[in-house]
Each structure stands twice: as C-alpha cells, then as structure tokens.
C-alpha cells in the first residue's frame, strides 16, 4: 500500500497531533516503558484496590521483590512460563511487572476456567510456575498433576500488602477459606511471604528485547480450542505507543484516574487499562467484582475518574443500577467501548446520564489488541473508527483480494502490533496470516473518509433464503425496544429458508410480549430480517469481559 492519502484514507480524518507513524525503537521491552514510567511518577497513585493504595515508588519495589524472589528462590529463567490465575486484586499488577522483569513469558488465565480449560492452557503453555487466588485453587487441585508446574503461589483477597482487616473483609475471608482445598502444593508459598523473601534477594535486571515474548495472551477458543497468541514486547510496546498517540490528545499525565472494571487477564485492560495508562502516569482504580454492580457504583462515587472503559453489557447494566445517575461525572473525559458491539441505545443513554460520549475501538487478542478506535468527542456513529497510527486495514475477499472502498469482506490488518503467530500451532497460525496481513475473521467495510464499519463476525452470520443477516444490526434495532433490557440475534434452523433470526431476549417489561417485539422489528427491518423466534430468558450466557455468547445460544437451538 502507498503511503499517501489515496492508498490510507484514514490519514485525512486524524483529529490533530495523532502520528501517521508511532516508532516501537522507541523502548527496549515492555520492562523498560514501565521502569520509566515509575520514576517518572514515583510519589503519584499507581493502583488502589479495595481501599488499599500504592504509590507508583512502591509498586516498582514490589515488583522488584517479586522478580528477584522469582529469579534467586525459584530459580525460573528467561523466556519460562509463569500463569496469573486472579481477578483484579493488587497483587496483580505486581505480579505482572515482577514476572516481566524477571524475564519470564506470561500466561493470563480466567479464574473462572473450569479444570478441562485449566489444564489445557497450563499443558499448552507448559507453565512451571503458577500464582492463583485460594478460592480457586481447588480447580487447580483436580489437574496439577497433569501439568509441568513445579511452583504454587497462593493469594487471598484479605492478602493485599497490609489491607485494613475490617468486618467486611474479615466476612470475605472466611467464605474464601471454605473453598480452599487441603492439599500440598509443591513449593506452595503465600505471596506476601515470597514479597518478604524477594525483598532480601538479590535482582539481576534481565535483558530483554524486542523478539522475547511477553505474554502467551489465549484466545477464547471460539473456532476450536484455544490457542496461545504470542504477543512479543515489540507487540505491546508497539500498542501502548499506538494507544498513547490518540489518547495522549485528551490525557492529563500524571493526573488522570482510570477505572478498570474489566479483568486484567483479558487484553483490552491488560494492555489498553494497565499498560498505556501506567506509561500516562494515571490513577488506576481495580474493580474485583464488576458484575456486583451496587458495589460498584458505590465504589464509583468515591473517586473522580476520568477515564472508564467497558463493553456494552457492562454500560447497560451500569445505566440500569440505582444509584448510578447520582454520581459525579463532571471529570469524565473518555469512555472506551470494546469487546463487542456497542448499542446506538446504550450509546444515546450513556451520553445522556454521563454528558459523555461512548468511543468505540476495536482490536483482537492478535492485534495485542488495539487496530481502530474513533476519535474522541465525536457522537457515536455505528463505527469502530479509523486504523490507529501505523496501521493498515485492507477489506479482502476469500481469495485474499482487496476490495477497495465500501465493498463487504473480512478485515485484514497489518502493523507493529500483529503478533508473532500461535504458540506451537503454526498450522494454525498460516489460517489467519496473508504474508504479514492478519485475517480477523470479521467482516467489515471501510468508507471514504477511512471509517471502518464491522458488519459481523463470519461465523456469527445467518444465512436467510440466501440473503446475509448480521445480528448486530438486528440487535442494535431490537435494543431499541423499551421493554428489551438485553438481546441476542442467531440462527436457528429451518426447513424453509435454511435459517431464521431467533431472538433471545431479557425482559426490562414484564409484560412485554413475542408479538409486539416481531410486530416492532417488522416496522425497522425488511422482511427477511425479521426475527420469527423469540426466547426469553432471565439472564444470557456471558464471557469472563461481558459479552454475549451467541455460540451457546445457537447450540441450546440445536439440541432443540
């Protein structure tokens, strides 16, 4: 592709001070961004969790004891594998840092995996060291021996670096305890005691370059079974400078206050909440239960954030808690939306109780993870934005031709942030790979003005009388619907046409009923794009970040 504007008609719509070109040379590894960004802010807010602080001074020394722990007393070496098995606790983000600056391969892992899943990531990656919160330890207990760990660190939720032991906590503890198993962990040692043993151990800083893996980031196994991206420190580097350039337009270094709500075993906090936002200097709030959402919003009124990101289940459900309209917006500057489809509705209310816009991005595990984003302020337009700096989108058919300006075909993306390919599956990884284009599995189209639209993912699509339907415009429309609290649109089998729309939806109205949201849909959609099917339910299947698991809901239709 040429350089100029023809050949990249994003360029054109770059709001001002956003780089055609960000230069990843500029750090070394992820570990050098992140050692600069703790002096440069030593005496600021790094982390808060559950009313406990740090300063950015002492989560470098923290991390620094965990490191030399991991190096001196487990005797791990560069380039070995190390899994994080916790929610958003404090400890987390030590031991991310620790475990890089180590030298050591990361392998972020859902708490809420069942054993099967557990043991297959840990096999895969073959991790030989593992830190994990107690109450989930009794999955690891059903398949440790079938794994290559050789080390257990264990961590509680009270655990957090001399957290105040109130009532509540207290009451916390004691639930958890319950849920632990007896056995013995080989090397089994608690995380403050290997803080305290660190701390009196010798650190030998770690070279590490552009090449060395930072994380084995898995994918969520929608296509088959999970696999271990490899995302370099050139790939996330890459990224947190990507992000940088577009949020550095509204960012005030050193004073802002993030809100991170979604986990940090899942890409878009890892990279878009706790990387990019430790290199800015900012505030970094842990919310360690986001679906507790009165919690939540209580513990959104204490601070004045200024940044928030989310996926659309989560802003919904937020929108929908008693007490959210009552907090202090007056700071907010951005919200992120990602991870899936953000709903024009959801959007509109969102602006309308928190004068802020939703921005929507969009990224894949592969792409560490950001490749568009809109620019901020502008009111919400449908769209996922333009191709970040040093980003290239290219709209491909099945053969892997470029189809040019507003044709339909599936997304293909080329830059700094692709990562390596899939670990230990290069069969897998020639699928997706076009030379050094990714084929991401959506389909989309880019406009004009350099726009990128997602029409769907291609599995999610439904096939009517041979007519394409992509549910998330039937869902966009459908949201719409006053009654409708949440949705999902899928094929369901029929004899007739080969496939229908079905509805699954949750009712906001009790007395809302199938007939008048078909009779709704009939006044918004063309015939065949009318929902035939709808199913109520009282919640929907969800992944770990929110998002709606429309696989799940085309199996419950098939077992019919």
Request: aromatic share 8%; net charge neutral; charged share 20%.
């Amino acid at each position: 592709m040429s350089s100029n504007h023809t050949g990249k008609p994003w360029l054109k719509s770059y709001p001002a001070g956003v780089p055609e070109l960000i230069n990843p040379e500029q750090y070394r590894s992820t570990v050098e961004l992140l050692d600069g960004a703790c002096a440069k802010f030593a005496d600021k807010p790094a982390f808060t969790s559950m009313g406990r602080t740090i300063t950015f001074a002492e989560y470098e020394r923290l991390a620094r004891d965990f490191a030399a722990y991991l190096q001196s007393i487990l005797h791990l070496q560069k380039g070995d594998r190390i899994a994080i098995m916790m929610p958003n606790v404090l400890q987390y983000p030590i031991a991310l840092y620790g475990a890089l600056r180590a030298g050591l391969t990361v392998v972020n892992t859902n708490p809420l995996y069942t054993a099967r899943e557990l043991e297959h990531q840990l096999t895969d990656s073959g991790a030989k060291a593992i830190i994990i919160l107690e109450n989930f330890a009794r999955t690891l207990e059903e398949v440790i021996h079938k794994t290559q760990l050789e080390h257990v660190i264990v961590t509680g939720v009270g655990d957090q670096l001399g957290f105040p032991k109130s009532a509540l906590v207290n009451l916390v503890l004691r639930h958890v305890r319950k849920q632990v198993p007896s056995f013995d962990l080989p090397s089994a040692v608690r995380f403050n005691k290997a803080l305290q043993l660190g701390h009196f151990e010798t650190f030998t800083p770690v070279s590490l370059d552009h090449e060395d893996i930072a994380f084995l980031q898995y994918t969520g196994g929608t296509t088959g079974v999970a696999k271990g991206a490899m995302l370099t420190h050139r790939n996330i580097v890459a990224n947190v400078l990507q992000a940088e350039s577009w949020i550095g337009t509204s960012a005030t270094v050193g004073q802002d206050t993030i809100i991170t709500a979604l986990p940090l075993y899942h890409i878009f906090a890892l990279t878009g909440n706790w990387v990019v936002f430790a290199k800015l200097g900012a505030h970094n709030v842990l919310i360690v239960n986001p679906r507790d959402f009165p919690a939540f919003v209580g513990e959104l009124k204490k601070h004045r954030f200024t940044y928030i990101s989310g996926v659309n289940t989560l802003f919904n459900a937020l929108l929908n808690t008693p007490g959210f309209s009552e907090i202090d917006f007056s700071a907010l500057r951005i919200t992120l939306g990602g991870g899936m489809a953000v709903q024009a509705p959801v959007a509109e209310q969102w602006k309308k109780v928190t004068g802020c816009v939703v921005t929507q991005a969009w990224g894949l595990t592969e792409t560490s993870p950001a490749a568009c984003i809109n620019p901020f302020g502008e009111d919400f337009n449908n769209s996922i934005g333009l191709p970040i700096s040093s980003t290239e989108i290219s709209i491909r058919d099945d053969e892997g031709n470029d189809l040019g300006i507003d044709k339909v075909g599936e997304i293909c993306i080329r830059g700094p942030q692709v990562m390596r390919g899939y670990w230990n599956r290069p069969d897998e990884t020639a699928k997706v790979m076009l030379g050094d284009w990714l084929r991401t599995g959506d389909i989309g189209r880019i406009d004009a003005k350099g726009y990128v639209f997602i029409e769907d993912r291609k599995k999610d699509m439904i096939l009517v009388s041979g007519f394409n339907v992509y549910p998330n415009e039937i869902e966009s429309v459908m949201a719409a619907h006053p009654g409708v609290l949440e949705v999902a649109a899928v094929a369901q089998p029929d004899e007739r046409s080969g496939e229908v729309v079905a509805l699954f939806v949750v009712k906001k109205d009790p007395s809302l009923t199938e007939q008048q949201l078909i009779d709704f849909a009939r006044q918004q959609l063309t015939g065949y794009k009318v929902p035939r099917h709808v199913h109520f339910r009282n919640e929907l299947p969800k992944t770990n970040v929110g998002k709606i698991l429309r696989r799940a809901l085309r199996d419950e239709l098939k077992g019919k």
